[in-house]
């Protein structure tokens, strides 16, 4: 019977998770608010249902009263951010937030299954990073000055970075970051936020070529940091950060051109300078030719995305342990070998609805420093999103960065979050925005048509015709008109 329900409940997951990632792109399509309402509604309801059925198997399989528990400590959690987050902030973009429950809702169920203590330690922590975000909205709408900052960013950025280099911890032959208290805290991820703000702050500035070649100074300081560190991935994405924010503010592709050949001589030195960088390149080549010398991780991610199909293997029915950090680097290919790649293909999608939300909130607000903050940050979450999945899938060699808001990792979730609540502040500021140029536009429209009304009211108080003469005043003309006639005669 347990294996009836685990075959049949796979099917309904993937049923869930295709029309919740529908309803992603197709209310973009609906301009009536209260029809967006109706479908935002449907997505919650779809999401808490995956997640009914996803831990309703797992505890069939396991018997372990925990996962009940666990369970409700998450519907708790989730449904008290969708309250808190659209009651605190009327103007909040439900779509963010149900795209981001949704994420964590996924991860939960993933890490779960892998490991339950990682599982609970990451619940803790996206309870605390949840209710820090809170606050996020209200600093961006409140702090006015946050785009004259630019030395504090730079310098910030550039401290926390060096901090690593000198008392970090080596991780898979990369300096990530350190421990504090038995906490481990990796400031790269904190950094990619900071160097976001530190870029539009300089860019809105001045977009002279001083500054300009003043910024890449600051930017290349930062790979050059992460490089030393051998943290090639975060040094990668703040590199494809900056080159898009660099050509959105100045609109020349000779300066992406020139940074993309930089790049390259980059990823040439990088080649030759450091050994696990060959190492990965030549897994990437052919993981099963170097199986025993570092391909075993990838070979084993690609035996598990071809091993769960279309459909997936159904939860604890695959083997997703045998992959090495599989809930940290390789969490895809574990979703993919348990649930199915159509219900991975639609976790991609509802990250790209995602980016596409943080585009629209960039091209539809006015500051040029609050724009290029929500395309950076967007460019950094995609990215990041591109190479993870495209490492575990061997499309580009892997780089060991995690999936935002779905793998394990405490520094990633929060620094995920904060950036997530980023967005939202950017979103009510536009909405403000929009307010605003209504309330005028009908001020304007107030004052044309009084200036109108009054101008009608002249015009007519000009054209009043004579009044009409009494009698009296008629007889007296009369008399006097006689009068004059009888002189003239004498």
């Not at 198997?57 to 959690?77: A, H, K, N, P, W």
């Not at 539809?364 to 993870?388: D, E, P």
Request: with cysteine.
């Amino acid at each position: 019977m347990v294996n009836i329900i685990v075959e049949v409940s796979k099917y309904l997951m993937i049923i869930l998770m295709t029309v919740y990632t529908y309803l992603c792109f197709s209310i973009f399509g609906f301009s009536d608010p209260d029809r967006k309402q109706r479908l935002l509604r449907k997505q919650n309801v779809l999401m808490f249902a995956i997640q009914l059925v996803a831990y309703m198997v797992m505890y069939l399989q396991t018997e372990d009263i925990r996962m009940l528990g666990f369970y409700l400590m998450q519907v708790v959690l989730f449904g008290a951010t969708i309250l808190l987050y659209t009651n605190i902030y009327p103007k909040v973009s439900r779509l963010v937030v149900n795209n981001m429950c949704m994420l964590l809702c996924i991860g939960m169920i993933m890490l779960t299954r892998l490991d339950y203590e990682n599982a609970v330690k990451q619940y803790v922590i996206a309870a605390g990073a949840i209710a820090l975000s809170l606050v996020v909205p209200v600093i961006i709408r409140k702090f006015k000055l946050l785009s004259e900052w630019r030395t504090f960013y730079g310098v910030a950025g550039l401290f926390s970075l060096a901090i690593v280099v000198v008392i970090g911890q080596v991780s898979y032959g990369a300096m990530l970051g350190f421990s504090i208290g038995g906490i481990s805290v990796q400031p790269s991820e904190v950094v990619k936020i900071i160097f976001v703000f530190f870029v539009a702050s300089s860019f809105k500035k001045s977009l002279e070529f001083r500054n300009i070649v003043i910024t890449t100074a600051v930017a290349a300081f930062h790979v050059l940091i992460l490089v030393i560190s051998r943290d090639l991935g975060a040094a990668l994405i703040i590199f494809i950060v900056y080159l898009a924010m660099l050509y959105v503010a100045t609109r020349q592709p000779l300066y992406v051109l020139a940074g993309l050949g930089a790049g390259s001589v980059a990823s040439v030195a990088a080649y030759y300078l450091f050994s696990h960088v060959r190492t990965r390149v030549i897994v990437w080549r052919d993981p099963f030719a170097a199986y025993d010398n570092g391909g075993y991780q990838v070979a084993q991610s690609l035996f598990a995305i071809g091993t769960g199909g279309w459909f997936g293997m159904g939860l604890f029915q695959g083997e997703p342990d045998t992959i090495p950090v599989a809930s940290e680097d390789f969490i895809f290919s574990a979703i993919a070998e348990e649930m199915g790649i159509i219900f991975a293909l639609c976790l991609i999608l509802v990250c790209v609805s995602v980016y596409i939300m943080f585009l629209n909130i960039a091209m539809q607000l006015r500051s040029m420093f609050y724009k290029l903050v929500a395309l950076g940050l967007g460019t950094c979450y995609i990215f990041q999103v591109f190479l993870t999945i495209g490492g575990v899938t061997k499309f580009i060699p892997s780089t060991g960065v995690t999936l935002p808001l779905v793998s394990y990792g405490g520094s990633s979730l929060v620094s995920t979050l904060i950036m997530f609540a980023i967005i939202q502040g950017l979103y009510i500021l536009r909405e403000d925005e929009e307010e605003t140029i209504e309330r005028k536009k009908k001020e304007r429209l107030r004052a044309k048509r009084s200036g109108q009304e009054a101008k009608a009211r002249a015009g007519n108080a000009g054209n009043v015709p004579e009044r009409p003469k009494r009698s009296g005043q008629k007889g007296q003309e009369k008399g006097q008109r006689k009068a004059r006639k009888e002189q003239r005669i004498r």
